[in-house]
Protein backbone atom coordinates (compact mmCIF):
# COMPACT_ATOMS: atom_id res chain seq x y z
CA UNK A 1 0.00 0.00 0.00
CA UNK A 2 1.03 3.32 -1.13
CA UNK A 3 1.16 6.59 0.73
CA UNK A 4 2.56 9.52 -1.19
CA UNK A 5 4.38 12.61 -0.93
CA UNK A 6 2.59 16.06 -0.60
CA UNK A 7 4.98 17.82 -2.18
CA UNK A 8 5.53 16.02 -5.25
CA UNK A 9 3.17 13.19 -5.39
CA UNK A 10 5.51 10.58 -5.77
CA UNK A 11 3.96 7.57 -3.80
CA UNK A 12 6.10 5.70 -1.25
CA UNK A 13 5.43 1.91 0.36
CA UNK A 14 3.68 2.25 3.15
CA UNK A 15 5.70 -0.19 4.67
CA UNK A 16 9.05 1.88 4.04
CA UNK A 17 8.38 4.28 6.86
CA UNK A 18 9.59 0.72 9.31
CA UNK A 19 12.96 1.18 7.47
CA UNK A 20 14.50 5.12 7.62
CA UNK A 21 17.36 6.14 8.40
CA UNK A 22 18.49 9.82 9.75
CA UNK A 23 21.39 11.72 7.94
CA UNK A 24 23.95 9.92 10.75
CA UNK A 25 22.85 6.40 9.81
CA UNK A 26 20.57 6.20 12.66
CA UNK A 27 17.20 3.91 12.48
CA UNK A 28 14.05 6.11 12.92
CA UNK A 29 11.25 4.93 14.50
CA UNK A 30 8.31 4.01 12.34
CA UNK A 31 6.35 7.71 14.14
CA UNK A 32 9.55 9.68 13.71
CA UNK A 33 9.85 8.99 10.12
CA UNK A 34 5.97 8.96 9.60
CA UNK A 35 6.41 12.96 11.07
CA UNK A 36 9.45 13.44 8.23
CA UNK A 37 7.69 12.46 5.85
CA UNK A 38 4.66 14.55 6.60
CA UNK A 39 6.42 17.80 6.92
CA UNK A 40 9.59 16.53 4.32
CA UNK A 41 7.67 13.95 1.99
CA UNK A 42 10.52 12.61 -0.07
CA UNK A 43 12.81 14.50 1.22
CA UNK A 44 12.85 12.57 4.95
CA UNK A 45 15.99 10.97 5.24
CA UNK A 46 17.98 14.23 4.02
CA UNK A 47 15.45 16.53 6.44
CA UNK A 48 14.82 18.70 3.57
CA UNK A 49 11.43 19.57 1.78
CA UNK A 50 11.05 17.76 -1.10
CA UNK A 51 12.11 19.86 -4.37
CA UNK A 52 11.12 16.89 -6.76
CA UNK A 53 9.41 17.78 -10.11
CA UNK A 54 5.24 17.52 -9.95
CA UNK A 55 4.78 13.46 -10.71
CA UNK A 56 0.85 13.43 -9.50
CA UNK A 57 -0.80 16.81 -8.89
CA UNK A 58 -3.79 15.10 -7.10
CA UNK A 59 -1.94 12.95 -5.54
CA UNK A 60 -0.09 15.39 -3.94
CA UNK A 61 -3.40 17.44 -3.03
CA UNK A 62 -5.20 14.65 -1.26
CA UNK A 63 -2.17 13.44 0.19
CA UNK A 64 -1.36 16.96 1.98
CA UNK A 65 -4.94 17.28 2.90
CA UNK A 66 -5.66 14.15 4.92
CA UNK A 67 -1.73 14.08 6.17
CA UNK A 68 -3.26 17.95 7.78
CA UNK A 69 -6.02 15.74 9.23
CA UNK A 70 -4.49 13.15 10.75
CA UNK A 71 -1.16 12.13 12.01
CA UNK A 72 -1.14 8.58 12.05
CA UNK A 73 0.33 7.41 8.62
CA UNK A 74 -2.34 4.25 8.62
CA UNK A 75 -4.38 6.55 7.63
CA UNK A 76 -2.56 8.00 4.45
CA UNK A 77 -3.08 5.45 2.49
CA UNK A 78 -4.22 5.75 -1.13
CA UNK A 79 -5.26 8.95 -0.13
CA UNK A 80 -4.84 11.03 -3.60
CA UNK A 81 -3.79 8.00 -5.43
CA UNK A 82 -5.63 8.59 -8.88
CA UNK A 83 -4.38 4.91 -9.92
CA UNK A 84 -7.72 3.38 -8.13
Not at 26 to 35: D, I, N, Q, V
Amino acid sequence: MDINCRHCGEPLEHDALHDQYDINGEKLTYSEAGRRFKRFGCGLEDQTICDNPMVDLFASIGSATIQDLSDEPEEWINYGNTAY
